[in-house]
T-cell receptor
Framework: NAGVTQTPKFRILKIGQSMTLQCAQDMNHNYMYWYRQDPGMGLKLIYYSVGAGITDKGEVPNGYNVSRSTTEDFPLRLELAAPSQTSVYFC???????????FGQGTRLTVV | DAKTTQPPSMDCAEGRAANLPCNHSTISGNEYVYWYRQIHSQGPQYIIHGLKNNETNEMASLIITEDRKSSTLILPHATLRDTAVYYCIVKETSGSRLTFGEGTQLTVNP
C-alpha cells in the first residue's frame, strides 16, 4: 500500500493562477481531509469528506474548492491564487473517522 | 469537539521519560483523547488514543485522569528522533472532523 499520496510536492504559482492539489489513498478510507499549515503554526482544516459525493467546510475554506467523486481521490482546487495561500498543504484519510488518520507528505505551495 | 490546552514547549534529556500534559476540561462522555506528532516538515503521525483507561503501545503510554479532564502522553525513553510537535486532540471516534491546536514542541537534548 502506498498510503496517502500527494502531488505535486512543490509548486510556485503566480497571483491569480489556478491549480489543483491531488490527493489519493489506497486504503479504502471513507474520511479524507485537507489541511494547511503556515510557518510555525498548527494545522488548519480546510475541507473534509466523509465519503464519495459528500464534502463539508472546515475552519478555513475560503478560496478553495473540493470534490469527492471516488473513494480514493480528494482533489483541492485553488481558483485564484493569492499570496495568503502560500502554505504547506496536507491531505489525510481515516476509516470512518475512527482511530488513526494517515497523512501525506505535503505539498509546499508558494504564491508570488 | 472539546478544546485542549497544552504547554507550548518542553525539553527532555535523551534517555529520560518525556511526560507531555494536556488539559481537556470540557470533554464529553463519548469523546476520545488522541495524540499525534509532527516531526519537522513531515505529515503528522498518529501515536495513540484512549477513552478512559490507560493505554500503551509500542510508541508511548497514555494516562487519562479518572475525571477525564486531563491526560499525559509518556514517551518512556526519549530519543533525539522524538523531537517534534505533539498534538493532543479530543474528538468522537466517528462523525466528526479532526482538528488540531498549536501543540507542544518537545525538544530532546543529548
Amino acid at each position: 500500500n502506498a498510503g496517502v499520496t500527494q502531488t505535486p510536492k512543490f509548486r510556485i504559482l503566480k497571483i491569480g493562477q489556478s491549480m489543483t492539489l491531488q490527493c489519493a489513498q489506497d486504503m479504502n478510507h471513507n474520511y479524507m481531509y485537507w489541511y494547511r499549515q503556515d510557518p510555525g503554526m498548527g494545522l488548519k482544516l480546510i475541507y473534509y469528506s466523509v465519503g464519495a459525493g459528500i464534502t463539508d467546510k472546515g475552519e478555513v475554506p475560503n478560496g478553495y474548492n473540493v470534490s469527492r467523486s471516488t473513494t480514493e481521490d480528494f482533489p483541492l482546487r485553488l481558483e485564484l491564487a493569492a499570496p495568503s495561500q502560500t502554505s504547506v498543504y496536507f491531505c489525510a484519510s481515516s476509516y470512518w473517522g475512527q482511530e488513526k488518520a494517515f497523512f501525506g507528505q505535503g505539498t509546499r505551495l508558494t504564491v508570488v | 469537539d472539546a478544546k485542549t490546552t497544552q504547554p507550548p514547549s518542553m525539553d527532555c534529556a535523551e534517555g529520560r521519560a518525556a511526560n507531555l500534559p494536556c488539559n481537556h476540561s470540557t470533554i464529553s462522555g463519548n469523546e476520545y483523547v488522541y495524540w499525534y506528532r509532527q516531526i519537522h516538515s513531515q505529515g503528522p503521525q498518529y501515536i495513540i488514543h484512549g477513552l478512559k483507561n490507560n493505554e500503551t503501545n509500542e510508541m508511548a503510554s497514555l494516562i487519562i485522569t479518572e475525571d477525564r479532564k486531563s491526560s499525559t502522553l509518556i514517551l518512556p525513553h526519549a530519543t533525539l528522533r522524538d523531537t517534534a510537535v505533539y498534538y493532543c486532540i479530543v474528538k468522537e471516534t466517528s462523525g466528526s472532523r479532526l482538528t488540531f491546536g498549536e501543540g507542544t514542541q518537545l525538544t530532546v537534548n543529548p
